[in-house]
């Protein structure tokens, strides 16, 4: 089971020591990634004495805790076509999310290419949108003092998460400073909550897959909308989504709600860890990647398919509940899992065919806090509403929000003709006054009126003509022409504008 002991870890800060080189601007390493999964070794493994120790593919030191055995690999070609895939979905993520989002999801529950997992967290979450609603924020507040209070206790935490990992292995390697970063900015983003120890593991994950920035903003999307709440003083959400599973294991695994209901045991003994640091202290790696793709796309109810699916395999026998007699036999069977039932082919499908839906979280909210309220009184903590992954989270955004698809670097107003075009320059003063004495002539002879050159130039497409303005003396049938030409270059126009731009998209 992949779970980070702090023991084994880089010593922690001595009381009033600082971080060295927290706050330093980063040189750049050499580059982790290699196509050997087994023959990699971080710039951090080394400066920590691990020069020796080889790296696995997913960045853990090969026969550490984190490290996995065998793993199931996909074939080359199918990992090169489902990177197809997604760059075609990423790169116009906003239609796809419009009209294919059940496509997106049984994507997701496939598992997301290596190679593009972080960007498409930061888009399945939302966090791409906030970064740029809110340009040079997270430099900001990158830059502020923050609380000593904090600070102190985030320091402390920084080597408990995953130690035998190359990018935290290093006390003050460049892992360890962008996780204080991240955690320093959001204690400052969100003053009210400050920092939570299950925080430090959610933004480790996200540092693994992309830069500190773009980590910090998709931790706050999963504090604000996928789990609000749970990073609490009171933990007050984390205690009623206990309270859930616990009502929802009565319809998946009968047997073991009954077992520890007999032995009194509260669901925060087992599921607080669990919940609150998404499994990614419980689970082996490839499932935790695996598990975090349908999290994102899917929200809170692939956590809580994920307990009941460990629960019921863990519990669900009368055999299994023979062996665990007391309180301490059963939590210990909690704790240590059967590698088995987390192997990851094995636990994605058992999740997949899970049927507990939204809904049923929901109404079973409803039920757990009405019970709360008559028991406990009003929560203290006025979290935002729980949305339920990617789709919730785009429909919820205020628009307009900006487009996440490539877009032309250069727009032109509508009236501006395209460099290179044909567009015939303004007539002079003198060309207008011979054309409305013309006009003028052809009402007297009480002749149709003609259709006038703007017309022409107009149904031509050439470019965008001006507005003619009729003589102050011309008479009711010299108007009407006059007054429709503008409209029909105007429309003519906006198609000129759209074609243009429909062209520089296709280009760019």
């Not at 998460?161 to 900015?185: C, I, N, T, Y």
């Not at 049927?355 to 109404?363: A, F, L, N, W």
Request: hydrophobic share 35%; charged share 25%.
């Amino acid at each position: 089971m992949a779970k980070s002991n702090g023991e084994n870890g880089p010593r922690a800060p001595a009381a009033g020591e600082s971080l060295s080189g927290t706050r330093e601007s980063l040189a750049q390493g050499p580059d982790a990634a290699t196509t050997d999964e087994l023959s990699s070794l971080g710039s951090d493994s080394e400066a920590n004495g691990f020069a020796e120790r080889r790296i696995d593919k997913f960045g853990f030191i090969v026969g550490s805790q984190g490290a996995e055995g065998a793993l199931e690999e996909v074939p080359l070609e199918v990992l090169r076509q489902r990177e197809s895939k997604w760059l075609d979905m990423l790169n116009n993520w906003d239609k796809w999310m419009a009209k294919k989002h059940k496509k997106i999801r049984l994507r997701c529950q496939k598992g997301i290419p290596p190679s593009l997992r972080g960007r498409a967290w930061q888009y399945l979450s939302g966090g791409k949108v906030k970064l740029q609603q809110n340009p040079g924020k997270f430099d900001e507040l990158d830059m502020s003092p923050g609380d000593p209070k904090w600070l102190d206790v985030i320091e402390r935490d920084l080597h408990r998460q995953f130690p035998f990992h190359e990018m935290f292995v290093s006390r003050g390697g460049h892992g360890q400073q962008d996780l204080f970063r991240v955690l320093k900015a959001y204690t400052l983003y969100r003053p009210e909550e400050g920092y939570c120890q299950a925080q430090a593991p959610i933004a480790a994950v996200l540092l693994m897959h992309m830069p500190a920035e773009q980590a910090f903003w998709c931790l706050v999307q999963i504090c604000e909308k996928y789990l609000p709440g749970y990073y609490s003083e009171k933990l007050e959400a984390i205690q009623l989504d206990g309270e859930i599973l616990f009502s929802l294991l009565q319809k998946v695994s009968p047997v073991a709600h009954k077992h520890l209901s007999r032995q009194k045991i509260d669901p925060l003994l087992y599921m607080t860890e669990w919940f609150m640091c998404a499994f990614s202290r419980t689970l082996p790696w490839s499932s935790v990647l695996r598990v975090w793709d349908m999290f994102f796309c899917e929200g809170v109810k692939i956590i809580f398919r994920v307990g009941l699916v460990l629960l019921k395999h863990a519990l669900g026998s009368p055999e299994k509940v023979k062996a665990c007699q007391g309180q301490y036999e059963t939590i210990e069977r909690l704790r240590s899992l059967s590698p088995k039932i987390m192997q990851e082919a094995f636990l994605v499908q058992e999740v997949v065919e899970l049927p507990v839906t939204e809904r049923q979280i929901e109404r079973e909210h409803l039920i757990q806090l009405r019970r709360w309220q008559e028991t406990r009184g009003e929560l203290q903590c006025c979290s935002p509403p729980r949305l339920h992954g990617a789709k919730a989270i785009l429909d919820a955004e205020p628009g307009p929000w900006p487009a996440l698809q490539p877009s032309p670097s250069i727009r032109l107003p509508p009236d501006v003709p395209l460099p290179g075009s044909k567009a015939k320059p303004k007539p002079p003063k003198q060309a207008q006054k011979e054309q409305r004495k013309q006009t003028k002539a052809r009402g007297q002879l009480e002749k149709p009126p003609a259709p006038n050159q703007a017309m022409v130039v107009a149904a031509a497409g050439d470019a965008c003509p001006p507005q003619h303005v009729p003589p102050k003396d011309s008479g009711p049938q010299d108007s009407a022409p006059q007054d429709s030409a503008p409209q029909v270059s105007a429309h003519h126009c906006s198609q000129e504008s759209l074609t243009s731009q429909e062209s520089e998209d296709t280009y760019l």
